[in-house]
């Protein structure tokens, strides 16, 4: 892949052009409407007319608060065009946390989907921020931007490099702008110019990730640079998304790791038809090698491991995940690295780990961010071209990484200070055939410092005991590995991306025991 410049011209110029190669083909299917590449361009061009209309010019800051639709998509191509810093407000953020959000953001201009986010709008505009309304729909605070379309020509002409900024907040602390400039854009053409030029096929991509968030924004941008087709599923009741892959055919979709395990455990898989498929993405977390085993047996070798972060949108991908008895720990791993990002594992003074050792996961890259927002470039997590991820892992002599826990979910635990990594515990649990799920976390103890605690999901019908769990992850792993306490529970609890959330369920013992998180 070449190597992207900012001092490239406005990418939505190439796009543009792509698209009107593709003309006639489908571009984005929504329960509303089903938009070619032809009329993709028309929106386009039209947005960029109105919000010139409404005073949109380069350098303004437009925020976005949407569900995951087709207007989304054409907004982020008018307002980069005109050369905008886009911000996305993502719906599943905290609301204590939104107004915040936008005022350090800087956001001149708010444009929200009136069906769908009223209410949060209307919430924010009783804060402080104080800017430009626009809506997507009809009877918001601002004017349509979709209802009257003006039949002059539109001004084309690029302005500066556009940006975009993306929440990610994960379960602590304040919200963080990730800022992601124009060389993300670029490099996403040039992987789509690169997927072409391989003779891979086009896709029909059946999303239910929002637009808002850097995996389904990098997603859909993919699939559209290459001529492939977007359909747009809101929600995840999973007989309505089985039945929208054999409906529409579609060859590829996303999902996180829990999602995953809900499909494989649901009777409605039974009889679904899936053959379409041919990529069946997984991310946003590490997964479980034995569900991975189950996933490869049911589904066949469609799996593909995608790894990354907000950060760092797309680090590593593993391609049809089948168990191979040449290599057994595999499916423990997240695969290779991803068009141009590199990665390596330190030390905590930075030195470059061989093979094998473990230490932080550094990535850099195209895809990596240029820092936060609104933080002091000496506090941000990327140093000279290199983001510190704060995962914990190593890579083999073949390349492949794993990934054993994050730094700050790492468990120091007995006398001597051992460290614990969370994941290899949770591969070992959910490798008794009566648990579905399992999440380990350390907690508070006099004795031990932290003392490891697992909370499991019993599969249906099975009745596992904390016993049998302690001694199997003795067994496997050490002895100061093994959970001191093992909770039975019907369901992980999750954050708004569907990753298991650690932080509630330390602060579901805390409750419990009384004893403080910790952390």
Partial sequence: MDNPSDSVANYVINALQRFAEYGDREAIVSATRRTTYADLVQEIRALVTELRLHGVVPESVVAILTGNQ??????????HL?????????????????????????????????KRYGDTAAELLRGDWKGTVLCVGPGGEG????????????????????S?????????GRAKLVHHEHR????????????????APTLKHLTINGFSHVSGHMTNLLMLFTGSTVVLHAGFDIPEWLAAIEAERATSTLLTPVQLYQVLDHPALESADLSSLLLLNVGGAAVSPTRLRQAGERLGPVIRLVYGL????????????????????RLSSCGTLFADSRAQIRDADGRVLAAGETGEVWVSGSLVMSGYWDEPQEDSPVKDGWLHTGDIGSVDEDGYLYLFDRSKDMIVTGRGAVN??????????????????????GVPDEALGEAVVAFVVPAPGAEPTADELRELVTAELREY???????????????????????ALRQQWAARTGAGTGR
Wanted: one cysteine or more; glycine letters at 8%.
């Fill in 70 to 79: 087709a207007e989304a998509m054409s907004l982020q191509f008018a307002a």
């Fill in 82 to 114: 005109i050369g905008c810093r886009t911000v996305w407000v993502a719906g599943y953020m905290p609301s204590r946390e939104q107004p915040d959000y936008l005022r350090r953001s800087g956001a001149d201009y708010l444009v929200y989907d009136t």
């Fill in 143 to 162: 004017p349509d931007l979709f209802a009257g379309r003006d039949a002059a020509e539109p001004d084309l002409t690029p302005g500066p490099a556009p």
């Fill in 164 to 172: 975009s900024l993306f929440y990610t907040g994960g379960t602590t």
């Fill in 184 to 199: 993300f854009y670029l490099a996403l053409l040039a992987i789509g110019s690169a997927w072409l030029a391989s003779g």
């Fill in 310 to 329: 907000t950060e760092a949108a797309f680090v590593t991908e593993y391609r049809a995940v089948m168990p191979d008895p040449r290599h057994p720990r």
């Fill in 420 to 441: 614990v990594y969370s994941k290899p515990v949770e591969d070992v649990l959910t490798s008794h055939p009566g648990v579905r799920a399992a999440a380990v976390v």
């Fill in 481 to 503: 590995s093994a959970p001191g306490a093992v909770e039975f529970v019907t369901a992980l609890p999750l954050t708004g991306m569907g990753k298991v959330d650690k932080k």
